[in-house]
């Protein structure tokens, strides 16, 4: 053949290929559709702002010098239960000390899907903990009978509370309980703080008490989705606290409250175990579901944030116990100082921490307080944090921490029902998590903690739409 006509030839192919390429990008999910891109970003007025819709054109290969986020919508993953805060007593008595009008204004804002940021997910607490004015107990002293149980407590600002908040949200939010300390008298300490164990001969009681309280919280008109078996149960704390190692937790489990629970009619109750930090994530998932008599009536894990990221440990549970669900129950910046409230790195902590914990396999995230007031608390003991909102009690102005928009890129947008999918990124400075919603929408969601600026495309089966990352900043992408 002549090298006239090789050249033909060649041209003719690479023309057929790139006309097969745009066909195949032609039938692409996303062919005619549109992103709506909302952003919030560090240094600007930009704060869960829609800013630019972006068109999706042919890009069927890109090269390794153009910054991409690639997602595949063929991949799905875990589904979402929902995304939400801790409904406590701090955050209860600091709402009714607020004229209605701002009441109103933070239900809207946390609960509403449109105005708001729309949560879905709740967490309270079985008798006190630290974020309530102060210690106390649905049982009188040293009745092991259960027979002065009462949540007459709770009548005064919880619990009307919690169902105004599930009002908000459109009558329905999934529930989950955790208690800090049984009664002072089933505890080797005799105190409902400073850590203690639970007395053996009190086991059972206490599995009784998990069962009263579920029962008259749903008597209440507030259905209990879940609940887990003790809150930070390797932590002595100033505050309510009770220790278990892993193998007492398990025994627990498979001897007295799975049962129990079972026994009541609650084996719907989806019961979560640890409760506590990723540190030791692992160690305590495989001593627990290990043991198929225990693993029977675990519905999954729960963790915190308080110590070292170790994301892989979130991961490595997935991967050796994949039936089984994770949940993030509690995080929060700690040591509230009014003065540093604007500080960036707040938010970014949210980011980060949900961004890889979604991508490692959790189906829910729980904020701690939703709220709190101008001190960081209520809280009896002086354990005074941050929430992304703070309401100030004496004068009703309502501050929202940057905090309150990194986790809105996700309430807002990822719903019940949603699964995650695959969005992959090819740059270190962008991280990225995607799902699909029930209806068909993508959602991508992509986080910058660096001081750069990024442009960057959003590549979805050989169709690309350009944008940019602004420095420290977090935004939503929807694909529809």
């Known amino acids: 053949m002549h090298k006239i006509h090789k050249i033909a030839a060649m041209l003719l192919i690479s023309q057929q290929l790139w006309q097969q390429a745009l066909a195949q990008t032609a039938a692409s999910p996303v062919a005619g559709k549109t992103v709506k891109v909302y952003t919030t970003a560090k240094d600007t007025k930009f704060r869960l702002s829609e800013t630019e819709t972006l068109n999706f054109t042919p890009n069927p290969q890109p090269f390794e010098t153009e910054a991409c ?9 875990q589904s979402v239960l929902g995304i939400g805060a801790a409904l406590t007593d701090a955050s209860a008595e600091t709402f009714y000390k607020l004229p209605k009008d701002k009441q109103q204004q933070l239900l809207t804002d946390f609960y509403d899907t449109e105005k708001g940021i729309g949560y879905t997910l709740a967490r309270t607490n079985i008798q006190s903990c630290d974020f309530s004015s102060g210690s106390y107990s649905y049982v009188k002293e040293g009745d092991a009978a259960l027979k002065t149980f009462s949540i007459q407590h709770d009548k005064k600002y919880r619990i009307p509370f919690i169902k105004e908040a599930i009002a908000a949200a459109g009558g329905k939010i999934t529930m989950y309980v955790s208690p800090w300390s049984p009664p002072a008298f089933m505890k080797d300490n005799n105190n409902m703080l400073q850590g203690g164990k639970l007395k053996p001969d009190f086991y059972q009681p206490w599995a009784n008490m998990y069962v009263k309280f579920i029962n008259a919280y749903e008597k209440e008109g507030i259905p209990v989705w879940g609940l887990s078996v003790q809150n930070e149960p390797m932590a002595k704390q100033t505050w309510e606290s009770c220790m278990y190692t892993a193998e007492e937790e398990r025994d627990f489990v498979k001897n007295y409250l799975g049962p129990t629970l079972h026994k009541s009619g609650m084996a719907n109750k989806n019961l979560i175990v640890w409760d506590h930090n990723r540190d030791l994530l692992y160690q305590r ?20 944030w308080y110590v070292h990221d170790v994301f892989e440990n979130v991961k490595r549970v997935k991967e050796a116990f994949p039936d089984k669900n994770l949940i993030f129950t509690e995080g929060c910046s700690e040591r509230f100082n009014m003065e540093r409230i604007n500080e960036w790195q707040w938010g970014e902590m949210y980011g980060k921490s949900m961004v890889n914990d979604f991508n490692n396999g959790v189906v829910g995230w729980t904020d701690w307080n939703i709220f709190l007031d101008q001190t960081g608390g209520p809280n009896h ?10 309401a100030n009690t004496k004068t009703a102005e309502i501050t929202y921490m940057n905090s309150y928009y990194y986790i809105g890129h ?9 699964k995650r999918i695959i969005s992959s990124s090819n740059r270190d400075k962008l991280q990225t998590t995607a799902f699909v919603s029930p209806e068909g929408k993508l959602v991508v969601i992509v ?6 600026e990024l442009p960057y495309q959003l590549w979805i089966a050989g169709n690309a739409a350009k944008t940019k990352s602004l420095p420290h900043s977090i935004t939503t992408l929807v694909v529809q």
């Open 285 to 304: 998932a495989t001593t627990i579901l290990s043991d198929p008599e225990a693993a029977k009536y675990v519905w999954g894990t729960g963790f915190h």
């Open 447 to 452: 986080l910058n903690l660096s001081d750069d």
């Open 410 to 418: 996700f309430s807002k947008f990822v719903k019940p029902g949603a």
């Open 381 to 390: 003991v002086g354990n005074f944090c941050y929430a992304p909102v703070h």
């Open 69 to 77: 986020i690639f997602v595949d919508p063929g991949k799905t993953f």
